[in-house]
């Protein structure tokens, strides 16, 4: 048995990695001292390790999305829904790989991307206004648009169990905004809040980086 093993060294390829390299490197460590931040050679390749890393589970979350949007027959939808999301994202401070998995889940309990761009919406003013953590929000009102409330005693809405129970979830919607409309934008008010947006905004940018 002859195995014969061709090889081809390009060393026009090499080069121009290593000028790519160079210009990402020189890049990376201008935007590091527009910030006042140093970094060193070791810095700046941990960097791009964590910005590939992170592009790669961005990408990897975003085609899940996509089959669940194709799955429901909505696959037209796809680039409307991903650019919903980045713009909710840009002005909420709430990450896309925070925002996909709940649109996710929304799109498969309504059916209905509308729907589950409204919600998406909603349930940033009642995580500001309430406290409690945007993807428990998210699967509380996908709870209760199925009609199960036990989830929502925790918001503490002046409204009984038995109350709940008989509620349309239109009701339940408008209980919601009545009492924590708002209150994304006041707490983007707050430093907290700026620096948040400041934080994601760096995080996405980082991603791109990490995908070229």
């Known amino acids: 048995l002859a195995i014969r093993i061709a090889t081809i060294f390009d060393s026009k390829g090499v080069k121009q990695a290593e000028k790519d390299v160079k210009n990402l490197q020189s890049a990376v460590k201008k935007l590091a001292g527009a910030a006042g931040i140093g970094l060193s050679a070791k810095a700046v390749v941990d960097f791009g390790k964590k910005a590939a890393k992170a592009f790669m589970e961005d990408e990897k979350a975003a085609s899940r999305l996509a089959m669940a949007v194709k799955n429901l027959g909505l696959g037209f939808e796809t ?8 713009q909710l994202s840009a002005m909420s401070g709430i990450t896309d790989d925070v925002l996909r998995p709940a649109m996710q889940s929304l799109l498969q309990t309504t059916g209905s991307v509308t729907k589950s761009q409204e919600l998406l919406n909603q349930a940033i003013d009642i995580s500001r206004g309430s406290g409690v953590d945007y993807e ?6 996908s709870m209760a648009y199925v009609g199960n409330t036990k989830g929502l005693r925790k918001y503490a809405l002046g409204l009984s169990q038995a109350e709940l129970k008989t509620m349309s979830f239109a009701d339940v919607q408008s209980k919601f905004a009545a009492t924590f409309k708002g209150s994304n934008a006041a707490y983007l008010d707050t430093y907290a809040g700026k620096f948040e947006l400041i934080n994601t905004a760096v995080g996405e940018a980082s991603e791109k980086i990490g995908g070229a």
């Open 136 to 141: 428990t929000v998210v699967n509380d009102l």
């Open 79 to 86: 680039p409307r829904i991903e650019k919903f999301i980045s």
